[in-house]
């Protein structure tokens, strides 16, 4: 399947409603088309059987083509080719798995890219700790929120990963005294996936590092070591 077939695809499933709600959602340079997740996940499924046995090359160059088109459901589609794909990462390699990450401008892209796509890779060693420490000291929120986004493929038991406290807690610390909205909430996200692998190691690290932490990251990630939820009911 050609990239202008999977555009056709979308934009038949694209809606005047969900293009607003896109537009405040995630605010992006990119064009969305107002795809429904179920309707995403659906046209990646059948796209991804169709491609499980192609070549690398194959698959690489389907995905560039589709993030080239700077739409944002086109690029949420290119990510989903490359999940669970580690023939296509080694391919890829360091460079150019970050390259499919240049142009992320939203929370939504980020986190799709940082957990199916960059963190992935790193818990597997195409990528280097060193190019997640660069990410972390971008200029660039969207870099860092990536940096810290992508611990969670180390930790997440449904994302693969076995539970990384030292390299997900070296990425917290160069953040923990950022202040960017999209950082401090993917930092609470970070270690409160953390929390589900080493509760006793993050409530550590937390209580050590609570003068210099925003509240938001306090107040979360406690409740989620105290109930196992994000937010208490009461506060719901």
């Not at 491609?51 to 690398?56: F, I, V």
Request: glycine letters at 8%; one cysteine or more.
């Amino acid at each position: 399947m050609q990239a202008d077939q999977i555009l056709r695809a979308l934009r038949r499933l694209g809606t005047a409603e969900r293009r607003r709600v896109s537009g405040w959602y995630f605010p992006s340079k990119m064009q969305a088309l107002g795809v429904t997740v179920p309707d995403l996940r659906g046209v990646s499924r059948s796209l991804r059987a169709s491609l499980k046995k192609a070549d690398p090359k194959e698959v690489i160059a389907l995905a560039k083509q589709l993030i080239a088109t700077e739409i944002f459901e086109a690029r949420a589609v290119a990510y989903e080719l490359l999940d669970r794909r580690a023939d296509v990462w080694r391919a890829l390699g360091a460079k150019g798995i970050e390259a499919m990450g240049k142009g992320n401008d939203n929370w939504g892209s980020v986190d799709h890219y940082g957990t199916i796509v960059a963190g992935p890779a790193w818990r597997e060693g195409v990528i280097a700790d060193t190019d997640v420490i660069r990410w972390a000291r971008s200029r660039d929120r969207w870099w860092r929120r990536t940096a810290l986004v992508a611990t969670v493929a180390l930790n997440k038991k449904a994302r693969g990963g076995a539970g990384d406290p030292k390299r997900t807690l070296a990425i917290c610390e160069l953040l923990v005294d950022d202040r960017d909205d999209m950082v401090v909430k993917a930092m609470s996200w970070a270690l409160r996936s953390l929390g589900e692998r080493d509760a006793p190691t993050t409530k550590r690290w937390i209580d050590e590092h609570e003068p210099r932490l925003a509240k938001r990251v306090l107040r979360e990630v406690r409740t989620k070591l105290t109930t196992g939820r994000k937010t208490s009911r009461h506060l719901r």
